[in-house]
Nanobody, 125 residues
Framework: QVQLVESGGGLVQAGGSLRLSCVAS????????MGWFRQAPGKEREIGAAISASGGRTYYADSVKGRFTISRDNTKNTVYLHMNSLKPEDTAVYYCAASYWRGSLYSTTDEYDYWGQGTQVTVSS
C-alpha cells in the first residue's frame, strides 16, 4: 500500500511559477514510477508528466513540455513538479499517482495504482 500526499498548490498570476510536492508513505517508493495528472472542471483527468522509478526517464504532455519539470528524490520519498510560465489553462486540480515500475512510462490513468487527494492550482490572467 502506498499513500500519497500532495502540497504546494495555490493561486498564481499568469507567467508565474509553482512547485508541487508529493510525499509517499512506505519503503518501496523507489519501485514505483510516478506521474502528475491534472483535471480541470468538466474535463477528463490528463497526464502532465511522469518519471521512472530511478528518475532516469521522463515523459511530458505536449501542453506542458518546456514549462514543467518533474523530478524525484528517492531518499525523501518525494516527487516534485516544477511549473514555470503558468497559463490560465493550467488551472486544475493536480494529482500525483504511483505505478509499479514495469519498464515503461505510462500516460493513462488506468496504469496507475495509487493516487493522492489532489491540490488545487489556479492561474489568474
Amino acid at each position: 500500500q502506498v499513500q500519497l500526499v500532495e502540497s504546494g498548490g495555490g493561486l498564481v498570476q499568469a507567467g508565474g511559477s509553482l512547485r508541487l510536492s508529493c510525499v509517499a508513505s512506505g519503503r518501496t517508493f523507489s519501485r514505483y514510477a510516478m506521474g502528475w495528472f491534472r483535471q480541470a472542471p468538466g474535463k477528463e483527468r490528463e497526464i502532465g508528466a511522469a518519471i521512472s522509478a530511478s528518475g532516469g526517464r521522463t515523459y511530458y504532455a505536449d501542453s506542458v513540455k518546456g514549462r514543467f519539470t518533474i523530478s524525484r528524490d528517492n531518499t525523501k520519498n518525494t516527487v516534485y513538479l516544477h511549473m514555470n510560465s503558468l497559463k490560465p489553462e493550467d488551472t486544475a486540480v493536480y494529482y500525483c499517482a504511483a505505478s509499479y515500475w514495469r519498464g515503461s512510462l505510462y500516460s493513462t490513468t488506468d496504469e496507475y495504482d495509487y493516487w493522492g487527494q489532489g491540490t488545487q492550482v489556479t492561474v489568474s490572467s
